[in-house]
């Protein structure tokens, strides 16, 4: 007797370890589907009722095939991976009312997902532009620096209004007809040197680059010079 009762205590507490038995599994699992209403993995019910019941990895498995070859709850195959939801034709139909209560919690819960989208939106815009905005020590630094330049200027006007030695319109008048003579006359002499050139190299068996090394011409458009447009 001793012996027996010994080795029955050793079954129950066997058994607790390994959690609940494989109907009781099922319970468990078909309770659990029908009340979330949602496709579940046979790893996904694992992770979620582990801890709470006490879930074995391969009972969770046994129990949905098991539970799927009864017809209490639907399996599908996508590759190698299964997932269990409860049958739905088992579940008790929603009155009239019981619909008209989800429509319009879908509606108010729609319209609380929009009014959320657009303050994201508006909270990214603000944010973008306050990123593309300077900072306090940045835009600090920037008046700093646009005041020493205004200073540098007003120096510099300064400098300029007690000169002596300022161009009266009439002086500034005679320079730029002076320099428009001469650019005429650059612009004229140029041409001249240009047809004659083309002239020689009409009959110069070599090309006009060979001629000019040869000759020692050099262009303006060796020195980058060049000539200020007619005005």
């Keep these: 007797r001793p012996g027996a009762e010994r080795g029955e205590r050793r079954r129950r507490m066997s058994k607790g370890r390994d959690g609940p038995s494989a109907g009781g599994a099922a319970a468990v699992l078909l309770q659990y589907l029908r009340e979330q209403n949602r496709p579940y993995s046979a790893q996904d019910a694992f992770g979620n009722l582990q801890r709470e019941h006490g879930l074995g990895k391969a009972a969770v498995v046994k129990a949905l095939e098991q539970l799927a070859q009864q017809g209490r709850v639907r399996e599908k195959a996508y590759g190698k991976q299964k997932i269990y939801f409860a049958a739905q034709e088992q579940l008790p139909a929603a009155s009239d009312a019981e619909l008209r209560g989800l429509d319009e919690e879908i509606a108010a819960l729609s319209a609380k997902v929009q ?12 944010l973008k532009d306050l990123n593309s905005s300077m900072t306090n020590p940045e835009m600090a630094r920037e008046i700093e620096e646009l005041r020493t330049g205004c200073a540098s200027y007003v120096e510099k006007l300064e400098r300029i209004k007690s000169a002596t030695n300022h161009v009266t319109p009439e002086e500034k008048e005679k320079v730029c007809s002076e320099q428009k003579l001469y650019c005429k006359e650059w612009r004229k002499r140029k041409r001249m040197a240009t047809e004659l050139l083309d002239a020689i190299l009409e009959g110069y068996p070599k090309s006009k680059k060979q001629f000019f090394e040869e000759v020692g011409i050099e262009t303006d458009e060796d020195h980058n010079i060049t000539l200020p447009a007619a005005v």
């Excluded at 009014?115 to 603000?126: D, G, I, K, T």
């Design 115 to 126: 009014a959320l989208q657009q303050s994201c939106r508006q909270m990214e815009a603000e």
